[in-house]
């Protein structure tokens, strides 16, 4: 079993920046995949980036690309996510998720945590 637990979201002003933490437990998470996605009011929940993995590269979608940043400490416990230049549109929950195939969709990953809300104004 995992548990994701994420941090660092907040109320922003548009243009501000902001550091995600998800604290990962349990079994081995070294050989798992790490992504992030958001669930904003109403829509369904998107892939953000996920981590490189097993000579992946990092990926993003287009929206965050040049803004997010996605990494991972050595240990392999702990996923970032650093948001520069946040938008109004980025208002999301956050989650963060792990799995054993890498992938942008949401089935494709066993473990969630909770989330965290970011809320960017105008």
């Known amino acids: 079993q995992v548990h994701l637990v994420e941090s660092g979201g907040g109320l922003v002003q548009a243009g501000d920046s902001l550091r995600l933490s998800c604290a990962a437990s349990?079994?081995?998470?070294?050989?798992?995949?790490m992504a992030w996605f958001r669930q904003a009011p109403g829509k369904e929940r998107e892939f953000v980036a996920i981590n490189q993995w097993n000579g992946y590269s990092p990926l993003y979608t287009n929206s965050v690309k040049g803004r997010f940043t996605i990494s991972r400490d050595m240990a392999g416990n702990t996923l970032y996510l650093q948001m520069n230049s946040l938008k109004p549109e980025d208002t999301a929950v956050y989650y963060c998720?792990?799995?054993?195939?890498?992938?942008?969709?949401?089935?494709?990953?066993?473990?969630w945590g909770q989330g965290t809300q970011v809320t960017v104004s105008s």
């Open positions: 349990g079994r081995t998470l070294s050989t798992n995949v």
């Open positions: 998720a792990a799995g054993n195939n890498y992938g942008t969709l949401v089935r494709q990953y066993e473990y």
